[in-house]
């Protein structure tokens, strides 16, 4: 059955003469405001195109007739900055580190610039807050335990030449044995110097296989480690009678560390940060409590 064909009433807008299904399509163009406006839009992309950098090429992108950029606006302004900035820059590069504090000025630049320096390039390993990652080999910068010294000299030189690396020539360097993989100890006397460690550290323990790991620590560890397992800064060798663990105090990662050892690897800073950075970051890290 064949749909009647819609009746016009007066003034009623044109149909386009689509139909389908017995509906008709009327024909309500867009308003000429609307049309004109979307034509000028079109010519001021074309125009834009022409005028500033558009079109992506291999290692570029068009200039544009106007020569515009938006890195060299950016480089500018940086520059302004930098330019502002270099007297106070030039005071901190000049202070003693331990003086930094004395003037509320130059404490108060290196407070934010440090903290600038620690978000961009710290927080990766040591987190937004300096606390760490435990058990993952990562330091927490708030507490007062410190493999290398936790004055404003020992964390400013940590920084600048890193640990381990193999870039700086003056990177604090250190190396633990692999007792296990070596074959320094048998898993006998790894079973009873890491009770023994276990011990010394205020942990649940074996105490007759702690009593025999003691001379085992004696004979393999104290020459790093101490005597009493209280640690040496200049080795960079953990205290291990207190309850901050680096890779983790349990068995199993005790267990692993005397097994395979740690080498935990920091970069030197003083290839990618600028003498007052280095001497900023390290304010703000000393400052945030576990300082000495």
Request: with cysteine; proline share 5%.
């Amino acid at each position: 059955m064949c749909a009647k064909p819609v009746k016009k009433e007066p003034r009623q807008v044109e149909t386009t003469g689509h139909k389908w299904d017995g509906i008709e399509e009327y024909n309500n163009p867009l308003p000429r405001w609307w049309v004109w406006v979307f034509y000028a839009t079109i010519v001021w992309g074309i125009g834009y195109t022409i005028a500033y950098p558009a079109w992506p090429l291999i290692n570029s992108a068009t200039p544009g007739l106007l020569g515009a950029s938006t890195r060299a606006d950016v480089a500018a302004e940086i520059a302004a900055v930098d330019a502002a900035n270099a007297p106070i820059k030039n005071r901190l590069i000049a202070a003693d580190l331990n003086a930094i504090g004395a003037d509320p000025t130059l404490a108060g630049y290196a407070e934010r610039a440090g903290a600038a320096v620690f978000r961009t390039n710290c927080t990766a390993c040591h987190g937004a807050g300096a606390a760490g990652f435990a058990g993952k080999g990562y330091p927490n910068l708030l507490d007062d335990d410190w493999l290398w010294g936790g004055t404003m000299a020992d964390i400013y030189l940590t920084i600048t030449h890193g640990i381990r690396n193999t870039t700086d020539p003056d990177a604090r360097y250190s190396q633990m044995p692999k007792f296990g993989a070596d074959g320094i100890l048998d898993g006998t006397q790894i079973a009873q110097v890491v009770e023994y460690v276990r011990s010394i550290s205020g942990q649940e323990n074996d105490a007759a296989q702690a009593a025999a790991g003691a001379t085992i620590f004696a004979e393999n560890c104290a020459a790093c480690h101490a005597a009493n397992g209280s640690g040496d800064r200049t080795q960079g060798a953990p205290n291990l009678t207190d309850a901050i663990w680096l890779y983790g105090g349990s068995r199993e990662a005790i267990t692993e560390t005397v097994i395979n050892a740690r080498f935990g690897v920091m970069p030197n800073w003083n290839a990618r940060l600028t003498e007052d950075e280095l001497r900023a970051v390290a304010f703000y890290v000393h400052g945030r409590g576990g300082g000495e």
